[in-house]
């Protein structure tokens, strides 16, 4: 079985997973470095949130592995084989990989404030009065600072969005995973949370990005990975991939989007 590399963040072996009949991961590799923007394109159907959800083992894989910062994830190796860990070690793994998903998933019922001080103390058993001032910070990042005390249903999606990475943030994440963070919004409101994105790339934050947003993607991308079929087809810097990509079904993609 393949090693970890010690310097990728981010490691996807021959990763496999079906669905019933249906194979939706069929032998996927992908390594993101440490403190690198990774955005992957594909069509709807290509199994790029699928991926996204094998990483922090959301979905469990038929084949293969993944690791983070030299960790397998959702198993541990003895004796050449992998056995499936306890859902406690599962969950302290998801600690350290942040999900921003595409429709918020904040809690109702709790406040913008209270919903990011949830994890912190829960999960990492950290002092309410710690976690509170952690999230005032990164409230004050978002540019929510106004809100700490306002409900979800106050905001616009946008906000509510912002208020989700800054959620993703209270832990601390080793890498962050975003699946289409501003497919949910109305146009007018996507610049406000991909500005928010732009300003983690810049700070370094290991990210994977499942968007549609090209520009984005050009602008922010480190390496830009296309997935069709259940496959990696192409995979690159953004100028390679977005301005002479080399697969036929690469360059059908983008000619509808671009």
Not at 62 to 77: P, S
Not at 162 to 168: G, W, Y
């Amino acid at each position: 079985m393949t090693t970890t590399t010690s310097d990728a963040m981010v490691q996807v072996r021959g990763v496999h997973k079906r669905f019933g009949a249906l194979e939706v991961l069929r032998g996927v590799d992908l390594v993101v470095p440490a403190g690198s923007v990774t955005v992957v394109l594909g069509p709807s159907g290509s199994g790029k949130s699928t991926l996204l959800r094998a990483i922090n083992h959301l979905e469990k894989v038929d084949r293969g592995f993944v690791a983070i910062d030299g960790e397998l994830i959702g198993y541990r190796r003895s004796g050449g084989k992998l056995h499936e860990l306890k859902e406690r070690e599962v969950l302290r793994q998801r600690t350290g990989i942040g999900f921003v998903f595409q429709n918020f998933n904040l809690f109702p019922h709790l406040t913008v404030l209270e919903n990011i001080v949830e994890a912190p103390v829960s999960a990492l058993r950290q002092p309410k009065a710690e976690a509170r001032r952690a999230a005032l910070a990164l409230l004050a990042r978002v540019g929510l600072s106004d809100k700490a005390d306002a409900y979800p249903r106050q905001l616009s999606g946008g906000q509510q969005q912002r208020v989700a990475i800054a959620r993703a943030l209270a832990l601390e994440p080793k890498v962050l995973l975003f699946d289409e963070p501003t497919s949910a919004l109305d146009p007018e409101l996507v610049g406000e949370v991909l500005d928010v994105i732009k300003d983690l790339a810049r700070t370094g934050t290991t990210m994977i990005v499942v968007t549609h947003e090209i520009g984005f993607a050009r602008e922010v991308a480190d390496t830009v990975v296309f997935m069709d079929g259940g496959l990696v087809v192409e995979q690159g810097p953004p100028a390679a991939v977005l301005d002479d990509p080399q697969h036929e079904r690469t360059r059908a993609f983008l000619s509808k989007v671009l």
